[in-house]
């Protein structure tokens, strides 16, 4: 599988780096058609946001939009104007050899196909996309790349958990997801609490460090794995990082957090990311970084309508729903809104359920420790755990009927 790291998009095409060292260019002028690729690449590329549209490059500027690193693949888009994007596969050959193009197409024709071939294209994604076709693209094009260029060892798979609002309990779930991952198979564990203001994550473990994430932010320039060691404290096999003991003053002008986030995913094979919150520039830097954010939220009437409002705050802050995954925490079928009727007024669908079992999780804050893995809830989450980190996804959701007239209507009131 390949993954993708935020990078800066240069004029002409959007470029990230590839978990498998490679580069990824796209060349796709069409919202409509990103935003179709986007769910297959999440699947089966997971990683930084989608680059925005951009136009067709001109000839000349060929070389600079895609790069000549070899292995590079361009992702070509043939369906909004063929002419036009046929036309580059030459200019794309010449001017940046070793990069391979696949080419994005509206049907399978095979006198098309063989035109594109013959023009110098690797693969080829017919609509509508799926993570079928691409992985077996990728699978070839693998086989392809010589030996001396294989993929450097992949990167780590962040996961951002928000909450939608105060006390839906992202903190208790982002603490125990790290073990989780853990146990999933992922060698090297990050939980980082970037919760600048209220991080719990010292107090739900009952560790102490004399070192913050603050302290990784001002060594940036200088951090390397005896610096990174010091700063981080081993539980149980997961490295913690932690936020300020102390009210941190000045919060509301940390800005980026991708020095953390950075040094972290070349270091670990997963990281969990205690966010504290949706809103504002240190959260959205979170919520960029991340390959998948994990939106927390009770199923509560207020948690859901605060879920709408951090859903919009995302959208439009560049944060795409295709890397939103929404989990309902403490959900009881018999008290509150069901999953149907939640997935329905967010227009998203629940991801993962997580049931309501406030005694085991009293325990285990009171003896500093992740939740038992034979509790009802320790079970719920090793199975989150596993869904993420790529085992086959299970609905253990229940089920409840329920009309959805007027609650869609007072959501549509309240956001508007």
């Known amino acids: 599988m390949f993954n993708l790291n935020a990078s800066s998009a240069p004029p002409g095409g959007g470029e990230t780096e590839?978990?498998?060292?490679?580069?990824?260019?796209?060349?796709?002028?069409?919202?409509?058609?990103?935003?179709?690729?986007?769910?297959?690449?999440?699947?089966?590329?997971?990683?930084?946001?989608?680059?925005?549209?951009?136009?067709?490059?001109?000839?000349?500027?060929?070389?600079?939009?895609?790069?000549?690193?070899?292995g590079t693949l361009c992702f070509l888009?043939?369906?909004?104007?063929?002419?036009?994007?046929?036309?580059?596969?030459?200019?794309?050959?010449?001017?940046c050899p070793g990069v391979q193009i696949i080419v994005l197409?509206?049907?399978?024709?095979?006198?098309?196909?063989?035109?594109?071939?013959?023009?110098?294209?690797?693969?080829?994604?017919?609509?509508?996309f799926t993570a079928d076709?691409?992985?077996?693209?990728?699978?070839?094009?693998?086989?392809?790349?010589?030996?001396?260029?294989?993929?450097?060892?992949?990167?780590?798979?962040?996961?951002?958990?928000?909450p939608a609002k105060g006390a839906c309990g992202a903190s208790t779930l982002a603490c125990n997801l790290a073990f989780q991952l853990k146990r999933a198979g992922a060698k090297r564990v990050l939980l980082a609490d970037l919760d600048a203001l209220t991080g719990t994550v010292s107090f739900q473990?009952?560790?102490?460090?004399?070192?913050?994430?603050?302290?990784?932010?001002?060594?940036?320039?200088?951090?390397?794995?005896?610096?990174?060691?010091?700063?981080?404290?081993?539980?149980?096999?997961?490295?913690?990082?932690?936020?300020?003991d102390a009210l941190l003053e000045g919060a509301s002008e940390l800005r980026d957090s991708a020095p953390i986030i950075d040094y972290a995913r070349q270091s670990y094979d997963a990281v969990v990311l205690d966010a504290g919150g949706v809103y504002g520039a240190w959260s959205l830097s979170q919520a960029r970084a991340a390959d998948e954010v994990l939106l927390v939220t009770t199923n509560e009437l207020a948690a859901v309508q605060s879920a709408q409002r951090a859903l919009v705050y995302l959208d439009s802050n560049?944060?795409?729903?295709?890397?939103?995954?929404?989990?309902?925490?403490?959900?009881?079928?018999?008290?509150?809104?069901?999953?149907?009727?939640?997935?329905?007024?967010?227009?998203?669908?629940?991801?993962?359920?997580?049931?309501?079992?406030?005694?085991?999780?009293?325990?285990?804050?009171?003896?500093?420790?992740?939740?038992?893995?034979?509790?009802a809830i320790g079970k719920n989450l090793a199975a989150l755990g596993e869904r993420l980190y790529g085992k086959p996804p299970q609905d253990a959701a229940p089920k409840r009927g329920s009309s959805l007239t007027g609650l869609l209507s007072l959501f549509s009131r309240t956001s508007s």
């Not at 001396?148 to 990167?155: Q, Y």
């Open 18 to 70: 590839a978990r498998c060292g490679r580069l990824v260019q796209y060349i796709v002028p069409n919202r409509t058609v990103l935003d179709e690729l986007a769910p297959v690449l999440v699947r089966c590329v997971p990683g930084a946001p989608m680059p925005d549209v951009r136009p067709y490059p001109a000839p000349a500027d060929v070389a600079r939009t895609v790069g000549s690193t070899p």
């Open 77 to 95: 888009d043939a369906i909004t104007d063929q002419g036009r994007a046929l036309s580059l596969i030459p200019n794309i050959v010449e001017a």
């Open 105 to 128: 197409l509206s049907g399978n024709s095979p006198e098309l196909l063989l035109r594109c071939l013959r023009l110098g294209a690797a693969e080829f994604l017919l609509r509508p």
């Open 133 to 162: 076709q691409l992985q077996a693209a990728m699978a070839k094009l693998a086989r392809l790349l010589p030996k001396d260029k294989l993929p450097a060892p992949a990167p780590a798979k962040v996961y951002s958990m928000m």
């Open 205 to 244: 473990l009952k560790i102490k460090s004399s070192y913050s994430f603050l302290d990784v932010l001002s060594r940036a320039d200088s951090l390397d794995a005896d610096l990174w060691s010091a700063m981080v404290t081993s539980r149980a096999g997961v490295d913690v990082l932690l936020s300020p």
């Open 318 to 375: 560049g944060v795409g729903r295709w890397k939103t995954r929404l989990l309902v925490n403490r959900y009881d079928d018999d008290i509150g809104l069901t999953k149907e009727v939640i997935a329905a007024a967010l227009e998203l669908d629940v991801y993962h359920v997580v049931p309501d079992d406030s005694d085991a999780v009293h325990k285990a804050l009171m003896e500093g420790k992740p939740l038992a893995p034979n509790t």
